[in-house]
């Protein structure tokens, strides 16, 4: 970054109507003068004589054209005629004049005269002035730039997380501050002594940008993260969703989904549900992601909720366990029909957008083509999202080509991310997608790009409305950042944030969540959930 500067009018006080002083170099065109008076009495107006009558030090000579001039000059003037110009070091002044006044020039030449002491006065004044200047440029230039020998290891650290928000997130605002002022204050007065007190610096920091998704993690809560992204998580298995405090709904936070099988979800708890309390402490002003750790612990251990749910308050006690993240189930369902005629259903269920789940997708995929489907179910109901490019990926194994979703900043589009039918794998069965509240994220992306390209027909509840992306860094020293780096928009440009995705047709209700609940209905046309075929496919 460059600071660009530059020089001013300057005057002395206090200056007669008609006299200006300007420390420029270039020319400056002729500026309309006011009258001057017959008697000049500013102290500048002054020339010292040698015994030949020369100038020594100063010059001063009337202008009768009208002009006013002011140059950085050092040559001497050689004569003295028609004008009336003050030199005197590196200042020129000229003064304007009316040809008028030219009756005057004697008694003007008497009054000018000035003393040697004028001399060492106006000298004193300058070099005082010279160094006053040269003084405040060296306290600016040492506090604008801070010297990198003065850089400790922690101010280090903290500039790393600094210049990642700078490069990476999504509002170039900053939440409407100045973001370089901000890292220069934040040198100066917050202390970096410690790892610790360094780590509070960089979360002081990211808080001023009101972005609850973007976050500070230490090393072993962003080894915590990974390992989660990766397949498998510590916890009870719930998915956290906004403080729900805002809407005039209970105060606390809001549960996105219960993992299959986990601790949270054999304890009954439902997407909807809200959590008002975890091991004793009210969640009405914690953060979605504070509570996310306190949810997390060893394996074994224990946590205290209390949950509301629709009317009743529950306490419960959970037990944590290790809880498998295997993002892919399916199951074959046959419908009513006669015999090999009868029609036959792929029903998948994705739990989570997890580095294995573009894959597991296609496995499951391949294993039911076997077994001859020939249609698709998708069940994203409680997918409270994961990777982003495993969102784009599975979109495209069932699109042959179209937009999957815009990638929006401050100033508009910044990506496409599309498909050309290189990676996919099935484009012709019909399909039919699950939606609920507990479908957020990654799983919206997916859910929108198939809804907008008219490949799926979308059932159930209207999903979350998170649109919003993150990007995690890891700093140098095994801490990371979780950083909102952009928000998305479906491919008919529909901005999804906190409105969520409309689907086609809702679902009857009840509707069960799982494999074998799901079949059931389908299989059975007495059943309050059942669907037929024409039912599932058609828009």
């Given at each position: ?191 970096m002594n410690t790892r610790e007190e360094t780590y509070m610096a960089i979360k002081k920091m990211l808080a001023t940008l009101d972005d609850p998704f973007t976050r500070f993690l230490e090393p072993d809560k962003f080894k915590s993260l990974r390992s989660g992204t990766q397949g498998a998580l510590t916890g009870v298995g ?302």
């Amino acid at each position: 970054m460059e600071a660009l500067g530059g020089f001013g009018a300057a005057s002395l006080s206090p200056p007669p109507p008609h006299y200006s002083t300007i420390l420029q170099t270039p020319p400056w065109k002729s500026l309309p003068q006011r009258i001057g008076q017959p008697r000049l009495w500013s102290p500048l107006l002054c020339i010292s004589k040698n015994g030949i009558d020369r100038p020594r030090s100063c010059n001063l000579v009337g202008n009768y054209e009208g002009n006013s001039k002011v140059n950085f000059l050092l040559q001497p003037m050689a004569r003295l005629n028609k004008s009336l110009s003050f030199r005197c070091g590196l200042f020129s002044v000229s003064y304007g004049l009316r040809p008028k006044l030219r009756k005057y020039s004697a008694s003007l030449q008497k009054e000018l005269n000035c003393s040697e002491k004028f001399k060492h006065h106006v000298s004193v004044h300058f070099v005082r002035l010279v160094v006053g200047v040269m003084l405040v440029m060296s306290v600016s230039v040492g506090v604008s730039r801070t010297p990198s020998w003065a850089l400790t290891e922690e101010n280090l650290l903290f500039l790393e997380a600094w210049r990642t928000i700078d490069r990476a997130y999504v509002d170039k605002t900053f939440n409407g501050q100045s973001w370089f002022r901000y890292r220069e204050n934040a040198l100066r007065n917050e202390p970096m002594n410690t790892r610790e007190e360094t780590y509070m610096a960089i979360k002081k920091m990211l808080a001023t940008l009101d972005d609850p998704f973007t976050r500070f993690l230490e090393p072993d809560k962003f080894k915590s993260l990974r390992s989660g992204t990766q397949g498998a998580l510590t916890g009870v298995g719930l998915s956290i969703g906004y403080p729900t405090g805002f809407d005039g709904s209970p105060a606390g936070l809001l549960v996105i989904s219960a993992t299959p099988g986990g601790p949270a979800s054999r304890a009954g708890i439902l997407s909807g549900d809200v959590i008002l309390t975890i091991d004793g402490t009210s969640t009405e002003t914690m953060g979605i992601y504070d509570a996310a750790e306190r949810l997390q612990g060893p394996e074994g251990s224990s946590v205290e909720l209390t949950i509301r749910s629709g009317p009743e308050v529950k306490r419960l006690s959970l037990m944590r366990e290790r809880v498998s993240l295997n993002p892919v189930k399916s199951r074959l369902c046959k419908m009513p029909g006669l015999g090999k005629d009868s029609p036959k259903i792929g029903y998948i269920k994705l739990a989570s957008f997890n580095q294995n789940a573009s894959g597991a997708v296609k496995e499951a995929i391949e294993s039911l083509r076997s077994n001859d489907v020939n249609a698709f179910v998708l069940d994203l109901r409680d997918n409270s999202g994961g990777l982003f490019p495993e969102g784009v990926e599975i979109a495209k194994i069932w699109l042959e080509k179209g937009v999957i979703v815009y990638i929006c900043d401050g100033r508009g589009i910044r990506d496409i991310y599309d498909t050309d039918g290189s990676s996919v794998v099935a484009a012709s069965e019909p399909l039919a997608v699950l939606v609920n509240k507990g479908t957020a994220s990654a799983s919206e992306i997916l859910a929108g790009a198939l809804k907008d390209n008219k490949r799926a027909v979308l059932f159930g509840e209207p999903t979350f409305g998170k649109g919003k992306i993150q990007s995690v860094f890891e700093l140098s020293d095994g801490s990371g950042l979780a950083v909102t780096v952009a928000r998305y928009e479906t491919p008919a440009h529909i901005d999804i944030d906190k409105v969520g995705i409309a689907p086609d047709h809702p679902l009857p209700t009840p509707f069960p969540k799982d494999a074998e609940g799901f079949c059931g209905c389908l299989m059975d046309p007495t059943s309050a959930c059942y669907l037929n075929r024409v039912q599932l496919f058609s828009r």
